[in-house]
């Protein structure tokens, strides 16, 4: 089970900062992303992390940052420079690196507004 929190309003130029938290699955063996996805659009995915590596699709490099505390089991997303174009529904996924096999959270809402 994952649970994406820490969404919520903020003004343009804010910052939030998501969890992605496990429970019944150790992260340890899983690549874990963030996905969103915006009113009338397609679920995209924005970054991920391994143990070692991180990615960022364009939109959000630079701005936000993925990390990991295996400890807590959880997979944080700072989103700093918030922007409108930012709000969505985010989600976390993790994918164990051998199976293959996939765990989605429930989304949080992001809403970037004045």
């Known amino acids: 089970q994952l649970q994406a929190s820490g969404g919520g309003l903020v003004q343009p130029g804010g910052s939030l900062r998501l969890s992605c938290a496990a429970s019944?699955?150790?992260?340890?063996?899983?690549?874990v992303g963030w996905f969103r996805q915006a009113p009338g659009k397609e679920r995209k995915r924005i970054s991920c992390i391994t143990d070692d590596t991180t990615y960022y699709e364009d939109p959000v490099k630079g701005r936000f940052t993925i990390s990991r505390d295996n400890a807590k089991n959880t997979v944080y997303l700072q989103m700093n420079s918030l922007k409108p174009e930012d709000t969505a529904v985010y989600y976390c996924?993790?994918?164990?690196?051998?199976?293959?096999?996939?765990?989605w959270g429930k989304g949080t809402q992001v809403t970037v507004s004045s």
């Open positions: 996924k993790a994918t164990h690196i051998r199976t293959r096999t996939n765990y």
């Open positions: 019944g699955v150790g992260l340890d063996y899983y690549a």
